[in-house]
C-alpha cells in the first residue's frame, strides 16, 4: 500500500472539493432558479457573480479567468514539493476552490453562489474551500511568529 504524499493529497482534496463544488452548484442552478429555500439562519438562494467576493471586480470575467487558470498551474505544478499535511490540506482547498470558481467562469460566463448566511454575501462551496485554507495558512502563520519570537527571546 502505498503512502499518501503531500502532492496526492493535494490533488485528492481538490478533487473531492472540486466535485462537491461542481455538485452543489448544478443542484442549485437546477432546484433554486426563481425560488428560495429558507432554513431560519441561512437560506439558498440562486445568484450570479461575475465579480469576486464581496462584489469587487464585476464584470471582469476573462481577468478573473486568467488568474484563476494561472493559480490552478501554479498550485498544481507546487503540490510536490509541499513539505507537511497542513499545507498539502490547504493547497488541495485552494485547488479545489480555483477550479470550481473558475470552471463556472469558462463555461457560464459568471459563478453559480447560493449559500446566504445573512451577513456577509452570497457564496458557494468553493469558496468555502478558499477561505478555509486562507485562514488555517493564516493561522500558521502567525503561530510560526510567535514561535520564532519566543525562541529568539530565549538565548
Not at 460566463?109 to 452570497?122: G, L, Q, S
Request: charged share 10%.
Amino acid at each position: 500500500m502505498s503512502r499518501l504524499t503531500n502532492g496526492r493529497l493535494v490533488f485528492l482534496i481538490a478533487i473531492i472539493g472540486g466535485c462537491i463544488d461542481q455538485l452543489t452548484k448544478w443542484w442549485a442552478r437546477t432546484y433554486l432558479s426563481g425560488s428560495a429555500m429558507d432554513f431560519g439562519l441561512f437560506e439558498f438562494r440562486l445568484a450570479y457573480n461575475t465579480g469576486t467576493a464581496y462584489g469587487f471586480f464585476q464584470n471582469q470575467t476573462i481577468i478573473l479567468t486568467i488568474i484563476g487558470i494561472v493559480a490552478i498551474l501554479y498550485l498544481a505544478l507546487t503540490a510536490a514539493s509541499l513539505q507537511s499535511k497542513w499545507e498539502g490540506c490547504c493547497y488541495g482547498l485552494l485547488l479545489a476552490g480555483a477550479v470550481g470558481n473558475t470552471l463556472d467562469r469558462f463555461f457560464l460566463n459568471h459563478v453559480t453562489d447560493f449559500i446566504n448566511i445573512r451577513i456577509i454575501p452570497i457564496f458557494n462551496v468553493a469558496d468555502m474551500c478558499l477561505t478555509t485554507a486562507i485562514a488555517v495558512m493564516s493561522w500558521q502563520f502567525f503561530r510560526s511568529l510567535t514561535t520564532t519570537s519566543k525562541g529568539a527571546s530565549n538565548p
